[in-house]
């Protein structure tokens, strides 16, 4: 996992880090009209061309609804563009991964945390692998512990990666 901190009252040392700073303020500005208590979570997947919002939620562990965020469409369409953006610019550090998982934590004073990595699980279960009969057998309880943040712990069997 690499982690990137930051401050939204520094200026960006690169062009990943401004649309990282993009992407941060959308997500304020939709949860402002919120009672939010700081600091905001949101983890989410993107292991194609789409990205999945798995989980948004306070510090009190509240989930929050992202209407707010992702209303009218053009919203969405704009934080998706955005987050493809930082998803390529991976010849650029801090963001010199690939990845599929990312974990962004918004503080109230204006810090951040950006965290991200490559999940080989998430990778298998929205590739081309899927036609493979191992993943067309995964339970719902394997698939849901895949999409979260930890996914399968390191000795879980992955019958669909070995072959």
């Given at each position: 996992?690499?982690?990137?901190?930051?401050?939204?009252?520094?200026?960006?040392?690169?062009?990943?880090?401004?649309?990282?700073?993009?992407?941060i303020?959308l997500?304020?500005?939709?949860?402002?009209?919120?009672?939010?208590?700081?600091?905001?979570?949101?983890?989410?997947?993107?292991?194609?061309?789409?990205?999945?919002?798995i989980?948004?939620?306070?510090?009190?562990?509240?989930?929050?609804?992202?209407?707010?965020?992702?209303?009218?469409?053009e919203?969405?369409?704009?934080?998706?563009?955005?987050?493809?953006?930082?998803?390529?610019?991976?010849?650029?550090?801090?963001?010199?991964?690939?990845?599929?998982?990312?974990?962004?934590?918004?503080?109230?004073?204006?810090?951040?945390?950006?965290?991200?990595?490559?999940?080989?699980?998430?990778?298998?279960?929205?590739?081309?692998m899927?036609?493979?009969?191992?993943?067309?057998?995964?339970?719902?309880?394997?698939?849901?512990?895949?999409?979260?943040?930890?996914?399968?712990?390191?000795?879980?069997?992955?019958?669909?990666?070995?072959?």
């Amino acid at each position: 996992m690499i982690e990137v901190k930051g401050n939204l009252v520094d200026i960006a040392s690169n062009a990943a880090i401004c649309v990282l700073q993009e992407l941060i303020k959308l997500i304020q500005k939709g949860v402002r009209n919120i009672d939010t208590i700081y600091p905001v979570e949101i983890y989410f997947i993107k292991p194609n061309n789409h990205t999945c919002i798995i989980e948004a939620k306070n510090k009190l562990d509240d989930s929050l609804q992202l209407s707010n965020l992702f209303y009218p469409k053009e919203k969405k369409a704009h934080f998706d563009k955005r987050l493809e953006i930082l998803h390529d610019c991976t010849r650029i550090k801090p963001f010199n991964q690939k990845w599929n998982k990312a974990r962004l934590i918004i503080h109230d004073d204006q810090r951040y945390i950006f965290q991200y990595k490559f999940d080989r699980d998430i990778h298998a279960a929205y590739s081309v692998m899927q036609g493979q009969s191992e993943l067309k057998r995964l339970d719902e309880e394997t698939f849901k512990k895949i999409r979260t943040w930890e996914g399968l712990s390191n000795n879980h069997p992955r019958p669909w990666l070995s072959s």
